[in-house]
């Protein structure tokens, strides 16, 4: 099971459209693919109705597996609720508690019924973020052009080098994904030459996701962005940084 953890230390950068869409364009190609929901927010929840008492706070502390919720064949989900919000004060002198996640995934047996598995994460780096790294393949980094688009940026790659060089060696960032980009937005077209300002040395998509209002349309129908408008710029720029990422991730792995 290849897993990718989405996460940046700010809301509103689309972290949960990502996911929704990034899901849903895997499992349409064929692809067991397993949402896990760790914002006690629940955005991507709510968007899925989902509500259980079978959610990743029972996947992280319980001691029976969670069943994921059916959204279709191929797309599953835990959901999260407002208890996820104390898993945190839970795992407070747990051993190990940075890999409790990945244990869990393990211990019951997900990844041998899944072929990838989408984290969305809080905007947080708290033991929660820390145990969706922990249990990372890869990992994507939504930002907006926005004046404090890159705060917190240093502290998520720091994590993720602490991770790379101990308990994840495996960890990758497969890149940093512009979104909500306008095409007159001059900081979208020197993207590479800010992230060096700011000390940043991290690839970024060469795809990035536009400004599009068919993404709230989509969201308020509960339809992924290509089941609501294929055609939308929504919708080609989703299709491209899908691609990218699985060209990314099948060059990764012949390595």
Known sequence: MTTITITNLKGGVGKTTTAINL?????????????????????????????????IFQLFIGKQVPQPHIITDNLHIVPSDMRTATINFELIGVLNWHSSLKRKLSQYDFSEHYD?????????LDMIVTNAL?????????????QFAYDGLQNIMARIAELKEGANPGIE????????????????????DILKEHGL?????????????AFKQAELKHMSIFDYDPKSNGAVDMENFYMETRLLIEKHKSL
């Open 23 to 55: 899901a849903y364009r895997l499992a349409a190609d064929g692809n067991k693919v397993l949402l896990l929901d760790t914002d006690h927010q629940a955005n991507l929840s709510r968007f899925f109705a989902v509500q259980s008492n079978e959610n």
């Open 134 to 146: 922990m249990a990372a393949n890869y990992v994507v980094i939504p930002i907006t052009t926005g």
């Open 201 to 213: 040395d991290v690839k970024t998509f060469n795809s990035r996701i536009r400004q599009c209002e």
């Open 116 to 124: 990838y598995c989408i984290i969305d994460c809080p905007p947080a």
């Open 173 to 192: 960032v497969l890149g940093i994904l512009l979104t909500m980009v306008s095409v007159r937005t001059r900081a979208a077209k020197a993207i590479n």
